[in-house]
């Protein structure tokens, strides 16, 4: 539980604030247009209208005493860029800053910048392999090439079990789950009959998902 | 091996359109303005300038044989909406489009959009949940509270070793995976000694994972 300000209010600042305020922290949401700030009052505890390229606004807001500020400024470089520097200069410990190109990122890491986000990138490169891997539905990296991998199941193999794909002797892959709409089935997971809908979380090398993605 | 299309080539766009290439799809690269294609000519093997509000534009460029296409325009949502139909006209069967709204998202879902996708709303809540729980360094869902965690350790435990935890004893958690570097330990992980730097890779309900991140 913690102290959050958000500072500038498009879809991503709004997102990060309703989304810090409903898991219980003390979020102070911020933006310098007046009807911006109008029409979003119902949904925060504490919202104010500032410019927050001035540190004196930020000192006032008692900034200094936050846990955490991120800096959701997204077409103004210099406003976000002069607010990630008074932040800073008033010592929030962690200043998460989104970033529109690697120039801007490049100078947000010399200001100090604790971490830089590039929704458009991050989420494009998630597309591409959504795309290109269609039967992947969410994945973790697990470094060495190892991968936690949410797979959907074509039709071809339904009706079979999961000890039918032979997933270990095959594929060198793990079986952690069988996904089953809301439901996770561990314990039963290699004699329960597959059925349409259904999704195996697998753990395994990518050559080896790959060779098992191609059979789906 | 696909055939793909991305129509807009902002930050988001060109990322999907560059993954796509590197991941070893064929890839057409669509945007109306002449400096930005003159610009990006160099990063993509076939980019062409064209107004996507045009069906005959998207025709005579051959998109009715395409697998797939992204439509990647973000503030003129006529232009989005109007792409879309048109693609999804033509017959591409799965037309991926960037919404900027829920209202944006609605009028898509009703066009036939196969995949709506929301870059700052999905990385804000990932921002979200990082601030919140900072151990936390990613996580896929696996419905039924389960999550795959990976957790950075705090330096309360290096020197310890995995067995030492008492994951499954004390907090109901499976260990997966140690990851130190790009390094995976899977076999000797319980009794491999931690050090500053490691990672732990889980999977077990939230509640559970909460208990482990508080005395992390
Ligand atoms: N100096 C400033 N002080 C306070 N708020 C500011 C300042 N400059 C810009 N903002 C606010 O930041 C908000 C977000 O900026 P902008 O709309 O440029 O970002 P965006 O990247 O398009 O947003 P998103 O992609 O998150 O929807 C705007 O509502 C704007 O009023
Ligand atoms: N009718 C059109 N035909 C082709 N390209 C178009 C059309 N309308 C807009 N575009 C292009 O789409 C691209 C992306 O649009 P825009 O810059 O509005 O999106 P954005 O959401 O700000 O981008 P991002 O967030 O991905 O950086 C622009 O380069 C623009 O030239």
Redesign the interface.
Known sequence: H?K?AVLGL???????A???EE?G?EVLAVDEDEERVNTLAEEFTHIVSADVRDERALEELGLGDFD?A?VAIGENLESNILCTLGLKHLGVP?V?VKA??PAHHRILSKLGADRI?????????R???S??YPFVL???????D?F?V?LALSETVTDSTVGDLELEERFGIEL??L?R????IRDEKTVTALREGDRL?V?GKQVHLRALADIL
């Open positions: 913690g959050f498009g879809n991503f600042g709004t997102t990060v309703q989304q810090l898991l922290n955490a991120v962690r998460w529109k190109s986000v590039h929704p458009e990138f991050e989420i494009g490169v597309v591409a392999y795309l290109n969410d994945y973790i990296s697990l470094g060495s190892y936690v949410e952690l789950a996904k709409g809301d439901e996770l979380v753990v």
